[in-house]
Each structure stands twice: as C-alpha cells, then as structure tokens.
C-alpha cells in the first residue's frame, strides 16, 4: 500500500519540473539525465515555470478558492504563501534565460544558463530528498541523488 504523505506546498514546483524531465527520459531514453535537463530548458513548460506564470496561476485559483489548497483540501497559511512568493521570485531570478545566448560558439553553457541548469538540478534534488526521506521510493525515477 503506497504511503500517502502529503507533499509540502514547496515541492509543487519541484514535482512539476521532476515529472517533465521524466517525461523527456521516457520519450527519449538514449538521453541521460543531463540531457533531459537541457532539453527541458527548451520547452513550454520551462517558460511557463521561469516567467512565474505557474506559480501566478496556483496564486489565482488559492484566492478565487479562499486559499484552500484544491489538493489537499486545507487552507494554506500567510506563512507558507510568503514562502511559496519566495519560491517564484527565486525561480524567475536562477531560471532567467535569454533567447538564442544558452551556449557560446565553444558550446559550453553560458554562466547564466548554467545558473538556470544548477537550479533546476538542485530543485531536483530536493524532491527526490523528500521521496527518500519520506519512503516514497517509487516515485524517484532520475535517481539524481546517487
């Protein structure tokens, strides 16, 4: 029986950038875990998380749904929206990309893109920290934390 512990609001991002990456390993799985990282880099999904239109979006339905969490059905606390404010902006500032500069003619990533690469692995990490800390071994995939 799989064990049904609730996922603290900050993974949310982590969670939705871990399931697409593994979703890139899935659909190409010649690629290593490095790869699937740039290739996501790539996607709508990156934009959507790097502009702060995921995080806007999650802010609207809370305040359209008096900030009860449709998840888990709880009311979430000025605290942890505080937080999950840090979240995005932090998220916006490492995952700035700028169009057509990600490598330079050596094709080594610019500093700024290996910010963004850096982050979104330690994003990572973080969730795959929590599936082990909290038994939930099957839910790590990219085994990142190895």
């Known amino acids: 029986m799989p064990n049904k512990t609730e996922k603290p609001y900050v993974l949310r991002a982590a969670e939705f950038v ?18 699937a990282f740039e290739i996501f880099m790539t996607t709508k999904e990156y934009e959507v998380l790097s502009s702060g239109e995921f995080h806007n979006k999650w802010f609207l339905k809370l305040k359209k749904d008096n900030f009860v969490d449709y998840v888990t059905k709880k009311k979430i606390n000025d605290e942890t929206l505080r937080l999950l404010e840090l979240q995005k902006d932090s998220m916006v500032k490492f995952l700035l990309k700028i169009p057509k500069l990600y490598y330079t003619k ?6 700024i893109s290996q910010r963004a690469f850096d982050h979104l692995w ?25």
């Open 18 to 35: 871990y399931s697409n990456i593994i979703e890139i390993k899935k659909q190409n799985p010649e690629i290593n875990n490095i790869q």
């Open 106 to 111: 050596s094709h080594f990533p610019l500093e």
């Open 122 to 146: 330690r994003v990572c990490e973080s969730y795959e920290m929590w599936c082990k800390e909290t038994k939930q071994e099957n839910l790590i995939y990219l085994n990142i934390i190895e």
